[in-house]
Nanobody
Framework: EVQLVESGGGLVQAGGSLRLSCVAS????????IGWFRRAPGKEREGVSC????????YYVDSVKGRFTISSDNAKNTVYLQMNSLKPEDTAVYYC??????????????????WGKGTLVTVSP
């Protein structure tokens, strides 16, 4: 059974940092891109960042570029999202999902995609 489990969310003040983790079981990352997505209250889900396990290539949407860093630990089948300089508008439920890709500034999943249940990030003013 394929599972993605996120952790690391919480409440933080604006300007603070959090590190999210996504642990996969039932498959290995090395053949897929993994993406982080978020759904803010009242908004559509959006892709935030993705990483390619084969070559380590990363991609970020403009709203998080320079503040968020995605990384992976292949041995642990884990993807991380380091979030710095957090803003209230970063408040959302964050999900990891695979397989992911990006085109025209948008990160998306495709095929038989897998999603975690999400972890809530709340940034207070």
């Amino acid at each position: 059974e394929v599972q993605l489990v996120e952790s690391g969310g919480g409440l933080v003040q604006a300007g603070g940092s959090l590190r999210l983790s996504c642990v996969a079981s039932g498959f290995t990352f090395d053949t897929y891109d993994i993406g982080w997505f978020r759904r803010a209250p009242g908004k559509e889900r959006e892709g935030v960042s993705c990483i390619n396990f084969s070559d380590g290539a990363t991609y970020y949407v403009d709203s998080v570029k320079g503040r968020f860093t995605i990384s992976s630990d292949n041995a642990k089948n884990t993807v991380y999202l380091q979030m710095n300089s957090l803003k209230p508008e970063d408040t959302a439920v964050y999900y990891c999902a695979a397989p992911a890709a990006h085109a025209m500034g948008v990160i998306y999943t495709y095929g038989s995609d897998y999603w975690g249940k999400g972890t809530l990030v709340t940034v207070s003013p």
